[in-house]
């Protein structure tokens, strides 16, 4: 069976007045329908462009390369230009949600006004069935007085309210894949548990695809079935949820794992990473993370040998650190 | 008073809030009644959710909130500094020895600002220095010590990373050699390496200058490893209060609990054990009479007297204090 999403290949560079700059290298994910795929990774490292890279949404200054592909559905949007072709995916097969709630609003515009003509663009239905299918998403999502909120503007909502109906929102047109960058970081634990519960429940019932962007390790354990790590750019390591946060491999995986703050585990030490996350514009060759890993071998191979992923159990894929310092299990 | 270097005696804080010019003058109270003890050298954790009183509660401590009730002590070697109760040269000394630490400290000043200037200020604007070489010393001492390049501090701002900057902004709040620190929210905005990081210097700092913090943080993970003692807030009330471990390891008030269990655990094995609170804080404007945490408590006991009791703590372990609604 093909999965929901395959993307293959993909290289995202931006042009900038310093330079271009290698923001996503050679990168391969896939989703399957009712999965959850958890990108997770530091800030910088490229989890935000991989997702608007599927909706065709990073600014003018952006190139991919010619042997790219994203499909979704079987069709490869990297081949998307004309309005029509962009509208089947932004706010059609795909929604996104984000950190902040407010990016999706019109501050303007009422929350119900927006619902009822985004379901205007993206189906053949009129402003009646709209209206009733926002507010049953409204209610679906646990928003208590549907009707008076369809009716408000989101700075009238509360912080977790506003996070409720950006999510009905962005279901409400019945999407395969939703890309959820961020959705809980700024909000209380008790909140981020709600959402989370909300968005699991939502899943199992749609069967829709995600991917869930976090740089909280937690949270993936949580939410996602399948892990992707990205450091600078590039896939280090993925695979089923279970392995990587019980088996991770490679030393960059294991480097974010110690520095987190286990409750149930206070005697751990927080051991920080050493050193810090290069900038774009200076990416290093060969492994990526080899300015900053403690198992960097000099005299090795690292600077000359391509990040390539090989499969160490079955769906599990790490890169080629064998080859070059000797790593990996 | 022997080992305390605060103590916060039946502190207030109100605010007045009137919707529109016609309608009534209501008051906003965001901390209640609020007792606690700072111990010297001690790394002290409060913790809740955002709206819960912590940044005001922070804020008076270091007088930079008005207290409507009760008063706060700092117990310096010499003497007692009553903020309440301080004239202007009071006020002055309190500040160099009680600082705050900025979430960013370039959200607030001029990007045209050199790293040294950034750091520099307080002592001038304190007028603690007495010439441009002693600044300089003062400014390249700290800066080491809060393991910054000192070849960085002829550069602007702007091209630094996070953690950098987080740096920075120790740097400035420790440069007037404070025995107090408030850091509010400081890792907050930080990846978790970065935040290992400033963390592990956060305490080494603590027993190189003998500081003394007031950490305020929404993340019950990071304060469990790092503070000693850790007070837990709702809606302007501390709900428990005891030693971080015996706190973490046996939460006696529901909300500590409910807070708990809603941490995501990195077991994926171990998935939706949270109790679900329902719904969000309620406003401060009307707290709920009796126990503030009843509209959202997922599990009043049976002979719960949350609704009749007033809010207070009662110890009932040694240190550990919990509020007596739910205690009795
Ligand atoms: N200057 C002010 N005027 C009016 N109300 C205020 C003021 N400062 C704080 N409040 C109110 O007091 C209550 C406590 O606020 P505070 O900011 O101290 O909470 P907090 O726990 O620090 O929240 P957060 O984590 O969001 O910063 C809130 O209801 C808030 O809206
Ligand atoms: N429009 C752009 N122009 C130039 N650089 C960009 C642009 N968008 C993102 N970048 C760079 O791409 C890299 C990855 O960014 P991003 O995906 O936003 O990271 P994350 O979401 O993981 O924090 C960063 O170095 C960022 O500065
Ligand atoms: S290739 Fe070498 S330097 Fe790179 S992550 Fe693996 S062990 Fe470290
Ligand atoms: S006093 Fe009752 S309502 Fe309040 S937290 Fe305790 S059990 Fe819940
Ligand atoms: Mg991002
Ligand atoms: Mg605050």
Redesign the interface.
């Given at each position: 069976m093909s999965h929901l999403l395959e993307v293959k290949n993909l290289d995202v560079k931006f042009d900038t007045d310093e330079g271009r700059i290698t923001a996503v290298e050679n990168i391969s994910l896939s989703v399957d329908q009712g999965e959850v795929l958890g990108i997770v990774g530091e800030s910088g490292s490229g989890k935000s462009v991989t997702a608007k890279s599927i909706m065709q949404l990073n600014p003018g200054n952006t190139s991919y390369n010619e042997d790219a592909e994203i499909i979704l559905d079987n069709e490869n949007v990297l081949q998307f230009t004309s309005k029509q072709d962009l509208k089947k995916i932004r706010g059609g097969k795909v929604s996104m949600i984000f950190q902040e709630p407010m990016a999706s609003f019109a501050p303007a515009i009422k929350i119900g006004a927006q619902m009822v003509e985004q379901l205007l663009i993206h189906k053949n239905i009129n402003k009646e069935e709209a209206k009733s299918i926002s507010i049953n998403m409204l209610k679906r999502v646990g928003i208590a007085d549907a009707e008076k909120r369809f009716n408000q503007y989101a700075f009238e909502l509360s912080g977790g309210m506003r996070q409720r109906a950006m999510i009905a929102m962005a279901l409400s047109t019945m999407p395969k894949l939703l890309l959820a960058d961020e959705p809980t970081t700024a909000l209380d634990v008790t909140i981020q548990a709600q959402v989370i519960n909300l968005i699991k429940d939502i899943i199992k019932e749609y069967q829709m695809g995600v991917i869930f962007i976090t740089h909280d390790l937690g949270v993936i354990a949580q939410v996602a079935d399948h892990v992707a790590v990205m450091y600078l750019g590039s896939v280090v390591e993925k695979g089923p949820v279970n392995e990587i946060l019980k088996n991770p491999k490679h030393p960059y995986t294991k480097g974010l794992l110690q520095a987190l703050p286990d409750i149930n585990n206070l005697d751990a030490p927080l051991s920080p990473i050493p050193g810090n996350i290069p900038s774009p514009l200076d990416r290093p060759t060969g492994c990526v993370f080899r300015t900053r890993c403690p198992h960097h071998n000099p005299e090795g191979k690292d600077g000359k040998i391509e990040m390539k992923l090989i499969e160490v159990e079955p769906g599990h894929w790490v890169d080629q650190c064998g080859i070059k310092c000797g790593q990996n299990g | 008073m022997g080992d305390n270097l605060i103590s916060v005696n039946n502190v207030s804080v109100n605010f007045d809030y009137q919707e529109n010019f016609i309608s009534k003058k209501q008051k906003i109270h965001a901390v209640n009644n609020i007792n606690i003890k700072i111990k010297k050298g001690s790394f002290f954790g409060l913790v809740g959710?955002?709206g819960s009183g912590k940044t005001t509660l922070g804020r008076a401590i270091l007088g930079a909130n008005k207290i409507s009730s009760g008063n706060v002590i700092f117990h310096d070697e010499e003497r007692d500094y009553d903020l309440t109760d301080m004239n202007k040269q009071d006020l002055k000394e309190y500040r160099k020895k009680a600082q705050l630490i900025f979430q960013d400290p370039y959200a607030a000043l001029s990007p045209r600002m050199t790293v040294r200037d950034i750091i520099a200020e307080p002592l001038e604007v304190m007028r603690i220095t007495n010439s441009r070489q002693e600044t300089d010393e003062r400014v390249r001492d700290i800066a080491a010590k809060c393991r910054l390049n000192i070849e960085h501090l002829r550069r602007f701002p702007h091209a630094f990373?996070?953690?950098?900057r987080q740096r920075i902004s120790i740097a400035r709040a420790l440069v007037s050699n404070p025995k107090f620190i408030v850091a509010d929210e400081s890792v907050a905005a930080l990846?978790?390496?970065?935040?290992?990081?400033i963390?592990?210097l956060l305490k080494q700092l603590q027993t190189e200058l003998n500081l003394t913090y007031l950490f305020i943080s929404?993340?019950?993970?990071?304060v469990?490893?790092v503070c000693d003692v850790v007070a837990v807030m709702y809606l302007g009330h501390i709900v428990e209060m005891g030693p971080s471990?015996e706190l973490?390891k046996n939460p006696k008030h529901s909300y500590t609990k409910?807070?708990?269990s809603?941490?995501?655990?990195?077991?994926?094995?171990k998935?939706?054990e949270?109790i679900?609170?329902k719904g969000?804080i309620p406003s401060a404007l009307n707290p709920p009479p009796g126990c503030v945490f009843r509209t959202r408590c997922p599990n009043p006991g049976v002979d719960c007297k949350g609704g009749e009791i007033k809010m207070g703590l009662i110890e009932v372990e040694p240190g550990h204090w919990v509020d007596q609604c739910c205690a009795i």
């Open positions: - | 959710e955002s990373s996070g953690g950098q990846d978790v390496s970065i935040q290992a990081d963390l592990n929404h993340d019950l993970s990071v469990a490893h471990r973490f409910a807070l708990l809603s941490i995501p655990s990195i077991d994926p094995e998935r939706s949270a679900e609170l969000e």
